[in-house]
Protein backbone atom coordinates (compact mmCIF):
# COMPACT_ATOMS: atom_id res chain seq x y z
CA UNK A 1 0.00 0.00 0.00
CA UNK A 2 1.11 3.13 -0.77
CA UNK A 3 1.87 5.38 1.69
CA UNK A 4 2.54 9.70 2.29
CA UNK A 5 3.57 10.38 5.56
CA UNK A 6 4.50 14.72 6.46
CA UNK A 7 6.09 15.49 9.82
CA UNK A 8 5.96 17.37 11.89
CA UNK A 9 2.08 18.06 12.17
CA UNK A 10 2.51 20.80 13.46
CA UNK A 11 5.07 23.24 14.96
CA UNK A 12 5.54 26.53 16.49
CA UNK A 13 8.34 29.39 15.14
CA UNK A 14 8.95 33.07 15.26
CA UNK A 15 8.92 35.48 13.03
CA UNK A 16 12.79 35.49 11.09
CA UNK A 17 13.20 31.92 12.02
CA UNK A 18 13.93 28.91 9.55
CA UNK A 19 11.14 26.37 8.99
CA UNK A 20 11.77 23.31 7.38
CA UNK A 21 8.55 20.52 6.53
CA UNK A 22 8.91 17.24 5.40
CA UNK A 23 6.86 14.85 3.30
CA UNK A 24 8.14 10.95 2.27
CA UNK A 25 6.30 8.59 0.13
CA UNK A 26 6.92 4.57 0.45
CA UNK A 27 8.00 4.32 -2.84
CA UNK A 28 9.68 6.68 -5.56
CA UNK A 29 7.31 9.63 -6.96
CA UNK A 30 10.15 11.07 -9.30
CA UNK A 31 9.44 14.96 -8.84
CA UNK A 32 5.95 14.76 -9.07
CA UNK A 33 5.64 16.40 -5.72
CA UNK A 34 3.71 20.30 -5.20
CA UNK A 35 3.22 22.46 -2.26
CA UNK A 36 0.05 24.46 -1.04
CA UNK A 37 -0.60 26.77 1.83
CA UNK A 38 -4.37 26.99 3.13
CA UNK A 39 -5.45 29.63 5.33
CA UNK A 40 -8.62 29.09 7.97
CA UNK A 41 -11.48 29.21 5.84
CA UNK A 42 -9.61 29.86 2.44
CA UNK A 43 -8.99 27.37 -0.46
CA UNK A 44 -5.33 26.26 -0.55
CA UNK A 45 -2.78 27.92 -2.73
CA UNK A 46 -0.11 26.09 -5.10
CA UNK A 47 3.36 27.37 -3.83
CA UNK A 48 5.87 24.76 -5.11
CA UNK A 49 5.26 21.97 -8.11
CA UNK A 50 7.45 19.70 -9.45
CA UNK A 51 9.21 19.38 -5.94
CA UNK A 52 11.32 22.82 -6.33
CA UNK A 53 9.54 24.85 -9.09
CA UNK A 54 8.24 28.07 -7.75
CA UNK A 55 4.85 28.99 -8.63
CA UNK A 56 4.87 32.60 -10.21
CA UNK A 57 4.27 34.96 -7.49
CA UNK A 58 5.39 33.11 -4.36
CA UNK A 59 7.58 34.85 -2.27
CA UNK A 60 11.59 33.08 -3.38
CA UNK A 61 12.12 32.88 0.74
CA UNK A 62 9.48 29.52 -0.13
CA UNK A 63 11.46 26.66 -1.80
CA UNK A 64 11.26 22.92 -2.49
CA UNK A 65 13.84 20.24 -2.84
CA UNK A 66 14.05 16.39 -3.19
CA UNK A 67 13.43 13.55 -5.20
CA UNK A 68 12.17 9.92 -5.20
CA UNK A 69 10.38 8.90 -1.30
CA UNK A 70 12.10 12.34 0.49
CA UNK A 71 11.09 15.75 -0.14
CA UNK A 72 11.51 19.01 1.85
CA UNK A 73 9.61 22.71 1.89
CA UNK A 74 11.79 25.55 3.55
CA UNK A 75 10.71 28.55 4.65
CA UNK A 76 13.91 30.45 4.86
CA UNK A 77 12.86 33.49 6.87
CA UNK A 78 9.11 32.83 8.68
CA UNK A 79 7.46 35.84 8.15
CA UNK A 80 3.65 37.09 10.01
CA UNK A 81 1.43 36.08 6.19
CA UNK A 82 3.07 32.62 6.54
CA UNK A 83 1.09 31.25 9.82
CA UNK A 84 -0.89 28.69 8.02
CA UNK A 85 -0.73 24.92 7.17
CA UNK A 86 0.89 23.46 4.43
CA UNK A 87 0.33 20.06 2.31
CA UNK A 88 2.38 18.11 -0.12
CA UNK A 89 0.67 16.11 -2.68
CA UNK A 90 2.05 13.68 -5.07
CA UNK A 91 0.57 13.13 -8.43
CA UNK A 92 2.39 10.44 -9.53
CA UNK A 93 0.54 7.38 -8.35
CA UNK A 94 -2.96 7.34 -10.87
CA UNK A 95 -4.71 7.84 -7.32
CA UNK A 96 -3.18 11.42 -6.12
CA UNK A 97 -2.76 11.84 -2.33
CA UNK A 98 -2.49 14.59 -0.04
CA UNK A 99 -0.11 14.82 3.02
CA UNK A 100 -1.65 14.61 6.34
CA UNK A 101 -0.73 18.95 6.83
CA UNK A 102 1.52 20.59 8.96
CA UNK A 103 -0.13 23.96 10.71
CA UNK A 104 2.55 26.46 11.52
CA UNK A 105 1.95 28.67 14.92
CA UNK A 106 2.92 31.25 16.31
CA UNK A 107 5.93 30.50 19.02
CA UNK B 1 -7.56 35.43 -15.68
CA UNK B 2 -9.52 31.54 -15.26
CA UNK B 3 -11.55 31.82 -12.21
CA UNK B 4 -13.82 28.25 -10.82
CA UNK B 5 -17.06 28.62 -9.20
CA UNK B 6 -18.17 25.41 -7.42
CA UNK B 7 -22.29 25.49 -7.12
CA UNK B 8 -25.13 22.99 -5.34
CA UNK B 9 -27.09 22.05 -2.27
CA UNK B 10 -25.77 22.70 0.85
CA UNK B 11 -27.84 20.34 2.24
CA UNK B 12 -28.22 16.55 0.89
CA UNK B 13 -30.05 14.25 2.74
CA UNK B 14 -28.52 10.61 3.75
CA UNK B 15 -28.75 8.10 0.96
CA UNK B 16 -29.56 10.76 -1.87
CA UNK B 17 -27.51 12.28 -4.23
CA UNK B 18 -24.65 15.12 -3.91
CA UNK B 19 -24.32 16.96 -7.45
CA UNK B 20 -22.45 20.05 -7.94
CA UNK B 21 -20.84 21.73 -10.41
CA UNK B 22 -17.75 23.84 -11.16
CA UNK B 23 -18.03 26.38 -13.88
CA UNK B 24 -14.64 27.45 -15.40
CA UNK B 25 -14.73 31.09 -16.61
CA UNK B 26 -11.79 33.13 -18.11
CA UNK B 27 -10.36 30.56 -19.92
CA UNK B 28 -10.80 27.18 -21.69
CA UNK B 29 -11.80 24.00 -20.18
CA UNK B 30 -9.74 21.60 -22.93
CA UNK B 31 -6.18 20.93 -21.77
CA UNK B 32 -6.15 20.45 -17.95
CA UNK B 33 -7.10 17.73 -15.67
CA UNK B 34 -10.52 19.22 -13.59
CA UNK B 35 -10.37 17.92 -10.44
CA UNK B 36 -12.64 17.66 -6.76
CA UNK B 37 -11.18 17.88 -3.89
CA UNK B 38 -12.94 17.78 -0.04
CA UNK B 39 -11.90 18.23 3.45
CA UNK B 40 -13.81 17.60 6.56
CA UNK B 41 -14.47 19.62 8.99
CA UNK B 42 -11.15 20.60 10.73
CA UNK B 43 -9.52 17.41 9.23
CA UNK B 44 -6.60 17.63 5.87
CA UNK B 45 -7.54 17.34 1.82
CA UNK B 46 -8.59 15.00 0.10
CA UNK B 47 -8.39 14.10 -3.50
CA UNK B 48 -11.69 12.71 -5.20
CA UNK B 49 -10.86 12.28 -8.62
CA UNK B 50 -10.58 14.59 -12.00
CA UNK B 51 -11.66 14.62 -15.41
CA UNK B 52 -10.43 15.61 -18.58
CA UNK B 53 -11.94 17.65 -21.21
CA UNK B 54 -11.91 14.63 -23.42
CA UNK B 55 -14.14 12.53 -20.25
CA UNK B 56 -11.24 10.19 -19.26
CA UNK B 57 -12.01 9.77 -16.00
CA UNK B 58 -9.67 8.94 -13.02
CA UNK B 59 -11.21 8.52 -8.91
CA UNK B 60 -10.13 7.79 -5.79
CA UNK B 61 -10.54 3.90 -5.19
CA UNK B 62 -12.35 4.12 -1.88
CA UNK B 63 -15.51 6.42 -3.99
CA UNK B 64 -15.04 4.76 -7.24
CA UNK B 65 -18.39 2.61 -7.16
CA UNK B 66 -19.90 5.91 -5.37
CA UNK B 67 -19.19 8.86 -7.78
CA UNK B 68 -19.04 10.04 -11.09
CA UNK B 69 -17.39 13.17 -12.71
CA UNK B 70 -18.74 14.81 -16.11
CA UNK B 71 -17.60 17.23 -18.38
CA UNK B 72 -19.82 19.60 -20.42
CA UNK B 73 -17.33 21.68 -22.74
CA UNK B 74 -19.90 23.43 -24.25
CA UNK B 75 -20.82 25.19 -20.83
CA UNK B 76 -17.44 25.07 -19.35
CA UNK B 77 -18.64 23.56 -16.47
CA UNK B 78 -17.89 19.81 -15.09
CA UNK B 79 -19.65 18.00 -12.20
CA UNK B 80 -19.51 15.71 -9.66
CA UNK B 81 -22.23 13.44 -8.62
CA UNK B 82 -21.63 11.19 -5.27
CA UNK B 83 -24.51 8.97 -4.77
CA UNK B 84 -25.79 7.07 -1.44
CA UNK B 85 -24.06 10.06 0.82
CA UNK B 86 -23.80 9.46 4.87
CA UNK B 87 -22.85 11.81 7.22
CA UNK B 88 -18.97 10.61 6.42
CA UNK B 89 -19.52 12.49 3.43
CA UNK B 90 -20.05 16.42 5.22
CA UNK B 91 -16.95 18.61 3.57
CA UNK B 92 -16.30 21.77 2.09
CA UNK B 93 -16.21 20.78 -1.56
CA UNK B 94 -13.59 22.45 -3.98
CA UNK B 95 -13.12 22.17 -7.50
CA UNK B 96 -9.50 23.25 -9.05
CA UNK B 97 -7.64 22.97 -11.97
CA UNK B 98 -4.14 20.60 -12.51
CA UNK B 99 -1.89 20.34 -15.03
CA UNK B 100 -1.68 17.85 -17.31
CA UNK B 101 1.20 17.32 -18.54
CA UNK B 102 4.90 17.37 -18.11
CA UNK B 103 6.63 17.22 -14.55
CA UNK B 104 4.13 20.08 -13.19
CA UNK B 105 1.27 17.29 -14.01
CA UNK B 106 -0.87 17.06 -11.36
CA UNK B 107 -0.50 20.59 -9.58
CA UNK B 108 -3.33 22.27 -8.94
CA UNK B 109 -2.60 25.62 -9.75
CA UNK B 110 -6.52 27.08 -9.53
CA UNK B 111 -8.54 26.78 -7.18
CA UNK B 112 -12.56 26.88 -6.24
CA UNK B 113 -13.05 29.08 -2.92
CA UNK B 114 -15.07 25.89 -1.98
CA UNK B 115 -18.28 24.91 -1.26
CA UNK B 116 -19.70 23.46 1.88
CA UNK B 117 -22.00 20.92 1.82
CA UNK B 118 -23.99 19.40 5.06
CA UNK B 119 -25.37 15.32 4.90
CA UNK B 120 -28.00 15.39 7.10
CA UNK B 121 -31.75 14.62 7.69
Known amino acids: DFQMTQSPSSLSASVGDRVTISCRTSESISTYLSWYQQKPGKAPKLLVYAASSLQSGVPSRFSGSGSGTDFTLTISSLQPDDFATYYCQQSYKSSWTFGQGTKVEIK | QVQLQESGPGLVKPSETLSLTCTVS????????WTWIRQPPGKGLEWIGYIYYSGATNYIPSLQSQITISVDTSKNQFSLHMRSVTAADTAMYYC???????????????WGHGTMVTVSS
Open chain 2, 96 to 110: ARAHSTGYSLGALDI
Open chain 2, 26 to 33: GGSISTYY
